[in-house]
T-cell receptor, first 115, second 115 residues
Framework: AQSVTQPDIHITVSEGASLELRCNYS??????LFWYVQSPGQGLQLLLK??????LVQGIKGFEAEFKRSQSSFNLRKPSVHWSDAAEYFC?????????????FGAGTRLAVHP | NAGVTQTPKFQVLKTGQSMTLQCAQD?????MYWYRQDPGMGLRLIYY???????DKGEVPNGYNVSRLNKREFSLRLESAAPSQTSVYFC??????????????FGPGTRLTVL
C-alpha cells in the first residue's frame, strides 16, 4: 500500500541554522512527490514538487528537496532558517488512482524557530 | 484571482445538526477535492470530483455527501453531525484529474467543532 512517513513530529531550530525535514514514501511505481507548507490558520501552499529529471529540486522561499530512489526518500532542506518558516510541513506522494490524481499525505512535521 | 475560497471559516454545531461547507475556485480547474485534517494524521480525502458532473468517494466518505454544483463550486454536506467529525476541512482543486503529476491548490480551510 502507498504511504508517506514523516518521522519527526516536531523539530525546533535556531534562526539562521540549517534545516532538514525527512520524508520516506512507499510506492511501487515512479512517485510524484510534493512538499506543502501550512502556516498557522492557513491552507496548504505548495513549496516544490518532483516528477522526473534532476533529483534536486528547487522550490519557493529558499527550500530545496532531493529525491533518492534507493532510500525512498524526499527530504526537504533549507540552508538558513528564518523565523517566518515556523509552520507545519507536509510531504505527499501523488498517484494515479481510478483516473484521478490521488495525494497521500504524511502526518506532518511542525517546525518551531527560536530567535 | 482569489484561487480557492471556502465558507464559513469557523462553525460550531450540535450533534445531529446539518450543515453545508461551500467551496469555489476561479482557476478554471476541472477537478476538486474535499479533505479533512486531524492532528497527527495529515490530510485524508473525503470525496473528490474529477470533472464537472462526477463525484467519487475518497478514503473517509462516511457521514458526508457532496455536490459538484458547476465547474467552479463543490460543496460538502454533513447530514447529521457527530463529534467525530470535529476537524479542519480543506477544499482543493487541480487542472485535471489524472496522471499523478497534477498539482492541487488548497483553500484556507473551515474549522468545524461538533459538540
Amino acid at each position: 500500500a502507498q504511504s508517506v512517513t514523516q518521522p519527526d513530529i516536531h523539530i525546533t531550530v535556531s534562526e539562521g541554522a540549517s534545516l532538514e525535514l525527512r520524508c520516506n514514501y512507499s510506492y511501487g511505481a515512479t512517485p510524484y512527490l510534493f512538499w506543502y507548507v501550512q502556516s498557522p490558520g492557513q491552507g496548504l501552499q505548495l513549496l516544490l514538487k518532483y516528477f522526473s529529471g534532476d533529483t534536486l529540486v528547487q522550490g519557493i522561499k529558499g527550500f530545496e528537496a532531493e529525491f533518492k530512489r534507493s532510500q525512498s526518500s524526499f527530504n526537504l532542506r533549507k540552508p538558513s532558517v528564518h523565523w517566518s518558516d515556523a509552520a507545519e510541513y507536509f510531504c505527499a506522494v501523488g498517484t494515479l488512482s481510478g483516473g484521478y490524481n490521488k495525494l497521500i499525505f504524511g502526518a506532518g512535521t511542525r517546525l518551531a524557530v527560536h530567535p | 484571482n482569489a484561487g480557492v475560497t471556502q465558507t464559513p471559516k469557523f462553525q460550531v454545531l450540535k450533534t445531529g445538526q446539518s450543515m453545508t461547507l461551500q467551496c469555489a475556485q476561479d482557476m478554471n480547474h476541472n477537478s476538486m477535492y474535499w479533505y479533512r485534517q486531524d492532528p497527527g494524521m495529515g490530510l485524508r480525502l473525503i470525496y473528490y470530483s474529477a470533472s464537472e458532473g462526477t463525484t467519487d468517494k475518497g478514503e473517509v466518505p462516511n457521514g458526508y455527501n457532496v455536490s459538484r454544483l458547476n465547474k467552479r463550486e463543490f460543496s460538502l454536506r454533513l447530514e447529521s453531525a457527530a463529534p467525530s467529525q470535529t476537524s479542519v476541512y480543506f477544499c482543493a482543486s487541480s487542472v485535471q484529474g489524472g496522471g499523478g503529476t497534477d498539482t492541487q491548490y488548497f483553500g484556507p480551510g473551515t474549522r468545524l467543532t461538533v459538540l
